[in-house]
């Protein structure tokens, strides 16, 4: 994909006429006076962002500079993008102006963001339909407004040098939260596509442009989008980018909720057969992990009470739900399809016949994800039994209930689930698995980080998705402490990149395990 300049957004039939055009949908005006079909608008793939067939270079005279932009003499200027914002440039045979600062920013957003999703992430179609939409709304709307917003926020946190960034990209987004307040005030427009893509847009400007003095803005964002969500009805289900959309404020409203202990609202566990054709394995997950926050709001209620009011029969009938549930997510694990599943690549128990006590922790065994999404389900499975297992504990303590016929099976599955979360570490960090098994750690240092072997360059590592599974394992207190040291030690290597979320919760201990709400909410994955 590459930046191909401004062109006409007219319908097809002024374009042929080189009339003005004042593009109103389904037709446009002068089709309707005129009694005539309107053939349609350009996609805005066609527009902006289009993949591009090299022409032999015609004769042509040399650019000239006019009003301050750059005309290429019948050239066509064609702008893409690495991950760190450095451009490159090719030339074609059609005229265009250089494009403008907005989108240069919008087109590394977009490129760089498809880059990194595989076709199973749900985000990958709705970052794909990105384009469509931004064609159909005009200039100025909650969406184009949030677009901008987010891809300022992109390009400036692949240039951190670049210190006229952040001012754009906070007005923008000020500019698309009056534009939004306007859209929801509209019965029709508060239950459009693009309303809801504008939410998920600056949800996602949260995520990036991350501000340590506003916690809650990520979770106000996921709760005004369960609020649109429910105000659509039937229209989460009436197309593909409708269902899509849900899927993805399904998940972001399951994280959300685990954070806070408290209940999912029921539109997301009732929704049934409707997204069937639509969801897969992760959503299969979903479907089981969503009734972990009901679970965790029910523990707290029951709890909260003094010991001698808690009936025993409400006790055993949550232990049961707990049991259930977890049994649920055992299964889906054992099931899942060979695609999804991760590679063992190396045992390391070698390394550890001459460790001490200040030796370097080394994992067990060591995981190959086909990727990293695959990887980051697999993480919040293991983090979910985690908050299971805590739950159980925490209610087997009252009523008489022997804790101890628990604490041998917690404490197995305990250690399974962090001993898995430390295994997808060097995967996620972007190192090639097969090359450390042949890393010997070295004494009072970090592994893998002090092994010789370094990660790939410029891979599109899942550093963000491991601060949430550090972060919550790193507060098992059956763990050896050796591990959660080394849990906390990877945290702190993540705060230490730059990561403003892992700089907030590195020196703070998961309060999820402790049926109480985190300080914050944000996107963990």
């Not at 404020?249 to 909720?257: D, E, I, L």
Request: aromatic content about 8%.
């Amino acid at each position: 994909m590459v930046f191909k300049g401004r062109m006409s957004r007219g319908c097809e039939s002024c374009r042929k006429l080189h009339t003005k055009c004042d593009e109103k949908r389904p037709a446009c005006s002068r089709c309707v006076r005129t009694g005539k079909q309107c053939t349609g608008y350009r996609e805005e793939g066609d527009l902006i962002f289009r993949y591009t067939v090299p022409k032999p270079r015609e004769k042509g005279r040399n650019a000239t500079t006019k009003s301050g932009n750059m005309l290429q003499s019948q050239t066509d200027l064609n702008i893409s993008y690495d991950r760190s914002g450095k451009q490159s440039f090719s030339h074609g045979p059609i005229k265009v102006l250089l494009p403008s600062k907005e989108d240069q920013r919008l087109c590394f957003f977009y490129q760089t963001t498809m880059e990194g999703l595989v076709d199973s992430d749900h985000t990958q179609y709705l970052h794909s339909q990105f384009p469509a939409l931004m064609s159909q709304s005009r200039s100025g709307s909650a969406l184009h407004l949030a677009a901008q917003a987010i891809s300022y926020a992109a390009w400036g946190r692949s240039r951190l040098d670049d210190k006229d960034v952040a001012l754009p990209a906070s007005k923008r987004y000020s500019q698309a939260l009056s534009a939004l307040a306007t859209s929801i005030a509209d019965p029709i427009e508060a239950k459009s596509d693009e309303t809801l893509y504008s939410v998920l847009l600056l949800s996602g400007y949260e995520t990036i442009a991350f501000n340590p003095e506003a916690l809650p803005a990520w979770g106000t964002h996921i709760d005004g989008a369960v609020a649109l969500v429910k105000n659509r009805g039937s229209e989460n289900f009436s197309t593909p980018l409708a269902c899509m959309m849900f899927l993805f404020v399904r998940r972001n409203a399951f994280q959300s909720h685990i954070q806070t202990s408290t209940p999912v609202d029921s539109i997301f566990i009732e929704c049934g057969e409707a997204l069937s054709a639509y969801e897969n394995i992760e959503d299969s997950l979903l479907s089981k992990t969503m009734r972990v926050p009901q679970l965790q709001a029910w523990a707290n209620k029951v709890l909260s009470r003094p010991s001698f009011e808690i009936d025993i029969s409400t006790t055993a009938e949550l232990l049961r739900s707990a049991e259930n549930l977890d049994s649920g997510l055992a299964t889906w694990a054992f099931r899942i399809p060979e695609q999804w599943s991760y590679k063992t690549v190396t045992c390391m128990k070698h390394h550890q016949s001459s460790w001490t006590k200040n030796s370097a922790f080394v994992p067990d065994q060591i995981h190959r994800y086909p990727d990293i999404y695959v990887a980051r389900t697999w993480n919040m499975y293991r983090v979910s039994r985690l908050i299971i297992q805590s739950i159980i504990l925490r209610v087997s303590c009252i009523n008489n209930f022997a804790p101890g016929s628990y604490e041998d099976r917690i404490d197995r599955i305990n250690r399974a689930m962090v001993d898995g979360i430390c295994a997808s570490v060097p995967s996620l960090l972007g190192y090639d698995c097969s090359e450390l098994k042949h890393s010997t750690p070295v004494r009072d240092s970090l592994w893998p980080q002090s092994s010789p072997n370094k990660p790939r360059a410029c891979s599109n590592t899942g550093t963000f998705s491991l601060i949430w599974p550090l972060y919550v394992a790193s507060s098992v207190t059956s763990a050896p402490e050796s591990q959660r040291n080394w849990l906390r030690d990877q945290l702190n290597w993540i705060a230490g990149t730059g990561d403003a979320h892992a700089q907030v919760l590195r020196d703070c201990k998961s309060q999820t395990l402790e049926g109480r709400p985190e300080r914050f909410r944000f996107d963990c994955v």
